[in-house]
């Protein structure tokens, strides 16, 4: 005869059991329920000149969305929205000079596209830099330039455009994090701690705004070809850090085709899902690292010693269009190099 806590705990595994086939059951239904259809909307991308922003604009107008792209640099923004218009003719492009770290400046820039196109449907928050180099080498304003631009920017873009979004009980909000969000790599310090910052905000935001039917998806890209690295600022011993950092994101084993990646991420963005972590080696490490953590860290305590050591140019920085070497660009970059062709990554 069962005993007392033996009746309780079979009561318990009957409650889980059916809890978890109730909700593979309704699944479906929740996502089609959340099935967002792009066309006719207005999105806003932000860092939308160029790499992944610009990719994800392009399938945004390819789809009929209306689309709003803010960028720091006018030339760069003036390619885009001519290779935008490419894309469809009569397609509606928006483009917005913006620092993303000046509130003054974000809440104008969103005004404007609300005064354009009434409202935002669809914020993505893309914008980005990126600090490579070894601890010794990085000082408190590579950590505070990264903290401005991936969590601030992405945080003031957001509240500007929240109150719009409430009043309309409607709205996806898209927050482009990183592996780096989710595992600090290597001499990447400030980008992975701005990058936990946004992942932390992003989930808290799904949280918190789906009262208000708003949908938060998190995106953690792994490695991806395009041809950002250009871009990235270098330190220490600068060639060898751009020499791994773009051969790392032009390897097609390890890194992800960018135009894939972006249609993944409308897709994750369409069906209101919670998270996104692209390619394979990037759901592994994940994986690991949550199952094993002192075992994924002292892993990359490994890798770090394989990198190169301090010195060279120190605390200065260069871009990585002037950290070129004989490594890169080479044979083995050639994708990357497409790509920086192919995302307005070129002058």
Known sequence: MPTVSQSISDHWIRTGVIAAATLL??????????EFDFRGKTALVTGGSRGLGLILARELVAQGANVAVCARDAGE???AQSDLSRVRQDARVLPLVCDLTQWQEVEHMVRSVQRQF??????????????????????????????????????????????????????????????????SIPHLLPYSCSKFALTGLSEGLRAELAKDSIVVT????????????????????????????????????????????????????RHGRAELILTLPAQIAVLLHSLLPESTV??????????????????????????????????????????ARNYNQLP
């Open 298 to 339: 002292d892993m990359l305590g490994v890798i770090n010693r394989l990198l190169p050591k301090p010195g060279g140019i120190g605390q200065e920085r260069l871009t990585g269009k002037e950290s070129t070497s004989i490594i890169s660009p080479s044979i083995v970059t050639t994708l990357n190099e497409r790509a």
């Open 118 to 183: 009434s409202s935002i449907d669809v914020l993505i928050n893309n914008a980005g830099v990126i600090h490579v180099g070894p601890l010794e080498e990085m000082g408190i304003e590579d950590y505070e330039e990264a903290m401005k631009v991936n969590f601030w920017g992405a945080l003031y873009v957001t509240l500007a455009a929240l109150p719009e979004m409430r009043r309309r009980r409607n709205g996806r909000i898209v927050n482009i994090s990183s592996i780096g969000g989710k595992l």
């Open 77 to 79: 923004l003036e390619r």
């Open 25 to 34: 059951a309704v699944r479906p239904l929740i996502r089609h329920r959340r």
């Open 218 to 269: 998190t995106v953690c890209p792994g490695l991806m070809r395009t041809g950002s690295s250009r871009h990235a600022y270098f330190k220490g011993r600068h060639r060898a850090e751009h020499a791994w950092f773009s051969i790392s994101d032009a390897l097609p084993v390890i890194s992800m085709n960018a135009e894939k990646a972006a249609r993944q991420i409308l897709d994750a963005c």
